[in-house]
């Protein structure tokens, strides 16, 4: 399940964008493209969960308003991108600003709000060392 949801991007980024970024050139507007927002909020998610697995499990169980707008912004440049318009500056910026936050959670240096489980499997991202056991020409 997306962290958020087409209600949430109507609400941040109005229907009229929306509905301009899910209709394909020469075609009049009609009805926003749900399907399409849709896969471009469930994209945004995965992306998403990549950076938060380092610190916590995922998916994230409660999700703070912080991670739906983030959502929201990594959608709205996938939709941007979609070949239907191309972001703009506004655009690319939040998109920006999103991968910052989200390389920040991932980091440590940002933490999530929340009572969210941390990630201890055997597989979350820790630091290993490289083997001593390598015996080259110096060793």
Known sequence: MAY???QDMMLRYS???????????????????????????????DEMDGY?????Q???????AKMVSVCCALARFNL???????????VTEAHKAALAW???????????EGELQANTSETWAEYQGRPIAYQGRFG
């Not at 989200?102 to 999530?112: C, E, H, K, N, T």
């Open 4 to 6: 958020a949801t087409v």
């Open 58 to 64: 995922t998916p994230v169980p409660v999700v703070p």
């Open 102 to 112: 989200l390389r920040g959670v991932s980091a440590g240096s940002i933490v999530l």
């Open 80 to 90: 941007c991108e979609s070949g239907y318009v191309i972001a703009g500056e506004k």
């Open 15 to 45: 229907e009229q964008e929306i509905l301009e970024v899910t209709t394909p050139p020469g075609q009049e507007y009609g009805q926003i493209d749900q399907t399409k927002v849709q896969a471009a909020l469930n994209d945004a998610t």
């Open 52 to 56: 938060l697995r380092r610190r916590y």
